[in-house]
């Protein structure tokens, strides 16, 4: 049979296998204005883009296998790097019933903390996208994991690793120079494989997870250089580590306690970080409809000199609105005090309803300041922000 042939007439069993495809997704427009001047003469104060984040979702076998593609590009008008496409997903995934395995590009979340995600370590940043690090970029990786009475447990193999995105020159929220080229410690830079391992399970009422990963670390140390001719670069070095990981969350009536805690080896310095706090949910405040959320952190991270380590000591207080609409009306406000500098600190406003089943607004507001050089924060005491996004699910 000619191969042309045998490919489309497999192709086309595939397609009747599946069955049931959905597309869904979202698309928007955002704009970024800043509060402030730029400090350097390339930015701008307002900054528009055009984002699509389509979703295939696909089962066949009955329902014992299912494939999943989710690209993402964005167009922005003044930063070239924000302008930038990437597979969040493509994963095939199979399911019996005390196990799977997913193969492809795919996103997981490890954390169970509000300010700080310490053991969220599989996905790189999409550190252009926002500066709060929630977005991530898709991941390369075979995984496998076991679900069992003593708890699930997980295996990842990433044999791909990918860099942060960063700003361009003409983009906001970075260091005077635009961070440039990525140094390797491993050998084989991208191609090192990476591994990580996983445990979570439920003990009384406590939820548990333990973690270990070694491979390329996915926060990079910033390293300037100076050429013969006398040009400034910065570039972000990749150093391999090992690094184990503990994440606890506790429901107990309206409480919830939580904390995550590392240790890492392999970068310049050897450290422990942890970030332990509670939130404490209040509904039908004053009789209304409205439900408020306290939350309270602490951050802790024993080094000094990382410009991507904002929490050596610091304690974070927020706040959460929840309306209990037919819109889903939420607020989140947070902010971040250096206990040991009252010259540092940023805060957070997080708010999105619903306009009707297909649109939805998003304002997100980010606020810096301090007065102390070495602080990662002196470099964006200007970049105050507000951002609106109108997006539309379909």
């Known amino acids: ?93 199979h399911y019996q019933e005390n196990w799977e395995t997913k193969v492809g590009i795919g996103k997981v979340f490890w954390g169970q903390t509000e300010s700080l995600h310490l053991v969220d370590i599989i996905n790189q940043t999409d550190w252009v996208e926002s500066v709060d690090g929630e977005a991530k970029l898709g991941q390369p990786m075979a995984n496998f994991s076991y679900f069992s009475g003593y708890g699930n447990f997980s295996v990842f193999v990433m044999p791909y690793f990918r860099e942060r995105t960063f700003q361009s020159s003409e983009g906001r929220l970075r260091p005077p120079v635009a961070i440039t080229d990525a140094i390797y410690e491993s050998a084989n830079e991208q191609n090192n494989v990476d591994y990580a391992l996983r445990w979570q399970s439920s003990i009384g009422d406590w939820e548990v997870g333990l973690s270990y990963f070694s491979g390329t670390t996915r926060e990079p140390e910033l390293v300037t250089n100076l050429s013969d001719k006398g040009d400034l670069s910065i570039n972000p070095f990749y150093a391999q580590i090992d690094q184990v990981g503990l994440d606890l969350l506790k429901v107990s009536g309206a409480w919830l306690l939580k904390l995550e805690s590392i240790y890492r080896k392999g970068q310049s310095e050897d450290f422990a970080a942890v970030v332990a706090g509670f939130e404490y949910n209040q509904e039908r405040v004053f009789g209304s409809r409205y439900g408020l959320g306290y939350l309270a952190e602490y951050q802790y991270d024993e080094r000094e000199d990382n410009f991507f380590a904002t929490g050596q000591n610091d304690i974070m207080l927020g706040l959460r609105v929840t309306a209990n609409d037919i819109a889903g009306t939420e607020i989140l406000m947070g902010f971040v005090q250096d206990l040991d500098d009252t010259s540092t600190y940023s805060a957070y406003l997080e708010a999105s309803s619903r306009l009707s089943a297909n649109w939805r607004w998003k304002l997100d507001g980010y606020f810096f300041s301090s007065n102390n050089q070495d602080d990662p924060f002196f470099f964006l005491r200007r970049d105050d922000h507000i951002e609106f996004s109108l997006e539309y699910y379909f």
């Open 1 to 93: 049979m000619n191969k042309k042939v045998a490919t489309f007439t497999l192709s086309l069993g595939l397609l009747h296998s599946v069955s049931a495809i959905e597309v869904t997704g979202s698309a928007g427009i955002d704009l970024r204005y800043y509060l402030q001047d730029a400090l350097y003469v390339q930015q701008e104060r307002t900054y528009g883009s055009l984002f699509i984040s389509p979703e295939i979702y696909g089962e066949f076998n009955d329902g014992q296998d299912a494939l999943l593609f989710k690209p993402f590009y964005r167009v922005d008008e003044h930063d070239d790097e924000r302008s930038h496409g990437d597979i969040r997903e493509l994963q095939w995934a």
